[in-house]
């Protein structure tokens, strides 16, 4: 059963973009830590709304200013807040991806995806990089449409 955002990815499929960030909603309903933000203000009547509220509108810019996109043979990332940065990897040069799921996130699909890959982006130990993109809605879709799209890319370039 696919949500709203997957259908709405999977309409951009034909043009061969889908674009995707992380959901504040996701991680303010679906993620234990967003229930825990909320369980905290409501049992104090509201005051820890002086500490829940700029982490909340914190991680709302964050979310808002940061987008992921697949075009073509090319996983491109645009994040920041004041300095903004972009990059982009290969999709041939992607090595893994890992679906990440609290037990929260498991009842409702999304979850984080991180993407391991041999490209010089992001942080990483030795020739490996790794970047997290944290509550994904439809995650398992998602992963599943990058690993075809991967794989596609490592055919046409000839790499195994």
């Known amino acids: ?20 960030r992380s959901s ?3 991680f303010l309903l679906k993620s234990a830590t967003g229930w825990f933000m909320i369980a905290i203000t409501l049992l104090t009547m509201g005051g820890a709304g002086v500490v829940t509220l700029p ?3 914190f991680k709302v810019l964050t979310n808002r200013t940061s987008l992921y996109w697949l075009e073509g043979d ?3 990332m645009r994040r920041g807040i004041l300095m903004r940065s972009e990059e982009e990897i290969e999709l041939y040069r992607i090595k893994d991806i890992k679906v990440h799921f609290s037990l929260v996130q498991q009842f ?3 979850g984080d995806l991180s993407v391991i890959s041999s490209d010089a982006t992001g942080v990483g130990e030795g020739r490996r990089t790794t970047f997290q993109i944290n509550n994904v809605e439809d995650a398992r879709s998602l992963r599943e449409e990058l690993r075809s799209r991967v794989e596609s890319a490592r055919r046409r370039v000839g790499v195994r």
């Open 1 to 20: 059963m696919a949500t709203a955002a997957f259908r709405d990815i999977r309409a951009n499929i034909s043009s061969s973009t889908i674009e995707f």
């Open 24 to 26: 504040t909603k996701a």
């Open 55 to 57: 982490i909340l509108a």
């Open 74 to 76: 090319r996983l491109f």
């Open 108 to 110: 409702f699909g999304n």
